[in-house]
Each structure stands twice: as C-alpha cells, then as structure tokens.
C-alpha cells in the first residue's frame, strides 16, 4: 500500500503508538516511491461560457462515508478497519482515527487531509462497545455510464444548492461540451469501459486540479493514484472545446445510448418500470417508456437554448402547481430519422412528474398545454417556428397517445374562451331583460312526470316573497321600474303558466 503525504508524517503519525497494522500481502514500505499529492480544500474558480453544463460524480471512497463499510458505519476505537487483500482502492481520510487493527489491501492508498491519521486506541470506549470487524465494501461497480451516479447543473453554485437539472438518460452522463468535477476533499473508483475513448469532455477536475488538455490528463492517469481513480480500459479525451451554437449542440452520446441503458436497467432487473398510464412516450435519449409528456420544437437561427429554458422555468417551473414536474430540454436528431446522417434536428422538452397511478402525468400535461399556448403566442420571438405536443397519463382510460400542434392548442384554450365569454354574456342579457319583469319565482319538484308549486305563504295573499328580488315594492322603488312594466299573472289555484318554461299542465 502507498501512503500519499510526508514520509516523515507517515513515520510519526500515521502508524503511531504501537497500532497493529496487518498486510494482506506483499507490501512495499510506505516511504519507496512516495509521491506528493496536493489537496485543495476548494475548487478554483472558473470563468465558464453561460451555457456551460457541470456534472458532479456522486459515490466516493471516503473513510468517513458511513455508506462504504459493510456495517454502515464508520470503525471507531475497538474496531478492526478490513479492507479486502485484493482490492485496489484510493481513500480519502479528513480526520484522525483510533483503531484496534487495521488490515489493508495489496494495492491501495490512503489520501490524508491536515491532521488525519491513525492511531492504536488507547481505552475502551462506552459508544463503541466490545468492537468488531467493519469491513470496506467493493467500489468496483461503479460505472461512469450509469446515469444515477451523476448529478448535472448549470453551475458550481447550483451543485453545491442543490438546483440539479433534469435529462434524459443519454445526456445524464457527461456530454462532449460539459465540466466533470470530482469533489476535491474526495476520494473515488469510477469504471470506464473499452468504450470509454470515444467520451469527450471540455474539462475535468480531480483532487481540485482541471485538466483542460487531454496530454495532461493522460499523464495524471498513469500516475498510481490516476490508476486507482480511473482504473480503464480506456479513458476519457479532454478537448476544451466549447458549444459555439446559440441554438444548442448535440449531447454526443447517441452511440453509446445502447450501453448507458444496459447499465441503467441493472437497478431494474434488465427490465423497463412498469408505468400506470396505457401507452407509454419514448422520448429520444432516453432509456424506458415515460409517463408524460414531450415537445418537439422547429427553430430559426434566432433560437437561443439557454434563453428559452430560462423562460420555462422563471415562467412555469416555478409555480406551485408545477412543483412535482420534471423539465428537460436538449436539441436532438428527430426520432424518425436518428439513424441517418444530416438527420433533421429539434428541440425536444420532456415533462414528467412525481404523481402516481391514475394521476401520473397529470401535472405535465396542464404545463405543457400552457407551453404549447405559449409557443403559439410568443414562439416567433424566441425563434420557434412550429410546435408539436405528445402525451400519455395514467388518466387516459384505453390505449392512447395524442398528439397536438400548438395552433390546436391555442384554439382549443381561445375556444374554451370565447365559449365562456358567450356564457356570460347570455347570462347577463337574461338577467338585464328579466330583472324588472320576473318578480315572483317558482320552485318545481320533478316526480310521476308533474310540476309542482310549494308556496310558503297563505293562499289568499296570492303571491311570495321572491328570495332573489327583494319584495315587489322594494324593488319598483329601487329599480327605476313601474307597476305597468310587471308582467300579469293568472292564478290557477296553486298553479300559473311560466313563461320561461313550455311545459303543458
């Protein structure tokens, strides 16, 4: 094992005051080929163009990470800390730690922050009990390509607020534009399979140092804690090249879509979720039918990418009723034509929510019907030419996936308008044309195919108090009208004709 830091350090603290340390092993001395490692305890700062997209690893190796060891917790004072003989592991140490024994691995190293180190445990200690064997689990399942493990921003700020975007599968690992950060106070095994060479990146930052040329990295990955870190076959290229189109660029991933799902479907079996809504969306890139809903733009050169996904979330995502809604927004090959070269390219917005059963997609479909009446009234500004919406929720109740233009959409909101404004409209005409005739009103029980009156009053007052006019004389005196306007009345007994029904008593 190699011990990255002083070897005087090493010698003083690290296996101090008689601390039995067990090799699995041949073992080389901690002291022959020492190498220095510098930790930066903050990444440096880094002026980034404004589409710039940072994806963050997230597993680490970290000693402290209570969710490496086998146990679930960290080795305290009584503790044998096992490391396996034949593991080959880089772990990141931040503070001091007394330990009973500590076995480590053949080919391992240990990363020491200021003042960590091991010590024997001198006393017993009440919170760790008799003590027992904590055993360091196997780091070797994670893969670079595996979606989950990713988390993606449009910052370092919002990495560390945790404002993460969302993405299809494709784009959820590291795209040809985007910044790979490692956290620098951490410690990591990330499996890059023999496809690994045809990942490109514009940089990426190990132990908070970025690399921006691909001759750097290279060397940094021969070095043996680029070995542990990046174990191969093949590495990713470092290009420094940025996204030079306003309209957005292509994610890159397309080829290696086939290996990203084989890797995403391990947490499932090999099997797609089933989803509660009758016929699923495909959306381009991604690996499993959604729940949801996706919108596919046509653009004019006067789209920009980051500006429109600006007003998506500043104008709908950050709504209430919008909180369990997932946005993604990437430019893609169209689905129909993802095969072939020079293949017709479009903006794509995937909506998903977090609502379930009968009620999954339900959010998505009212946002992307405010989209889409969106596009149709503002589109032309942000350079959307036309607008094509498709859905599926677990609301539909037979097998089916619509599909709308904005301009449907628009005159289905402007109709739904235009047929509430009649509503009205009648509504208030009745009630202009009625308010000084109708004075006396008629509650009628429907039963053995009659009309009944119930008065409430004696018969031989020959009338009621209407309870939506005020009493008649009330109302003459406050409404402007005249006994002559009120309409004449003939009273059968307990019947009379109504004029605003036809039925034949």
């Known amino acids: 094992m190699a011990v990255c830091g002083h070897c005087r350090y090493v010698e003083d603290h690290l296996f101090a005051d008689g601390i039995s340390v067990k090799v699995q092993g041949s073992l080389q001395s901690p002291c022959e080929n020492m190498r220095t490692v510098q930790i930066l305890l903050s990444l440096l700062s880094v002026i980034a163009p404004l589409d710039a ?5 997230i597993p680490d190796t970290n000693f402290e990470n209570a969710s490496n060891w086998k146990e679930q917790r960290v080795p305290c004072g009584q503790d044998s800390a096992v490391f396996p003989g034949d593991q080959r592991v880089s772990v990141f140490v ?41 055993h360091f689990l196997d780091v070797d399942g994670h893969h670079w390509f595996d979606p989950s493990l990713w988390r993606s921003a449009l910052s370092t700020e919002d990495l560390e607020t945790g404002r993460f975007l969302f993405s299809v599968d494709a784009e959820s690992v590291p795209c040809r534009y985007d910044d790979v950060l490692f956290s620098p106070e951490t410690s990591f095994r990330v499996q890059m399979p023999e496809t690994g060479s045809d990942v490109q990146l514009r940089s990426i930052s190990v132990l908070g140092q970025k690399f921006t040329k691909n001759e750097d ?50 947490h499932t079996g090999g099997k797609c979720p089933e989803l509660p809504c009758a016929a699923t969306l495909q959306p381009v890139g991604h690996c ?92 032309e500004s942000f350079g959307i030419t036309r607008a094509e919406m498709q859905f599926a929720t677990g609301g539909l109740t037979s097998p089916h996936k619509g599909s709308m233009s904005a301009g449907a959409i628009s005159g289905i909101v402007l109709g739904t308008l235009l047929g509430l404004s009649l509503v009205a409209a009648a509504s208030y005409f009745l009630y202009r044309m009625d308010a000084c005739r109708l004075r006396y009103f008629v509650v009628f029980q429907f039963g053995q195919n009659r009309s009944t ?22 109302n003459i005196q406050g409404s402007g009208c005249s006994k002559d306007d009120l309409p004449e009345v003939t009273w059968h007994k307990t019947e009379f004709s109504n004029p605003a029904f036809d039925f034949n008593l």
């Open 94 to 134: 931040q503070s001091p730690h007394a330990l009973t024994d500590l076995y480590m691995p053949q080919d391992g190293e240990f990363l020491l922050s200021h003042g960590a180190g091991f010590m024997a445990a001198s006393t017993e200690g009440p919170e760790c009990g008799k003590g027992s064997s904590v």
């Open 288 to 379: 499993c039918g959604i729940c949801g809903v996706v919108i596919s733009l046509d653009y004019s050169s006067a789209f920009s990418l980051e500006k429109y996904r600006s007003r998506l979330i500043h104008t709908f995502l950050c709504l209430q009723k919008y909180s369990s809604v997932k946005l993604a927004i990437s430019k893609v090959r169209s689905q129909s034509s993802v095969e072939r070269l020079g293949a017709e390219l479009k903006i794509q917005i995937v909506l998903m929510d977090e609502k379930e059963g009968s009620l999954a997609g339900g959010d998505a479909l009212q946002l992307g019907y405010d989209i889409m009446a969106d596009s149709e009234t503002h589109g």
């Open 53 to 57: 997209t940072y994806r963050s690893w």
């Open 453 to 474: 009156m119930e008065d409430t009053e004696p018969v031989d007052r020959k009338g009621f108090d209407n309870p939506i006019f005020e009493s008649v004389a009330e």
């Open 217 to 266: 990295f290279s060397q940094y990955v021969q070095l043996p804690t680029g070995k542990l870190q990046f174990p191969g076959p093949a590495q990713p290229q470092i290009t420094n090249v940025i996204c030079q189109d306003a309209t957005g660029c292509l994610c890159g991933n397309d080829g290696m879509l086939q290996e990203i799902c084989s890797v995403q479907l391990q």
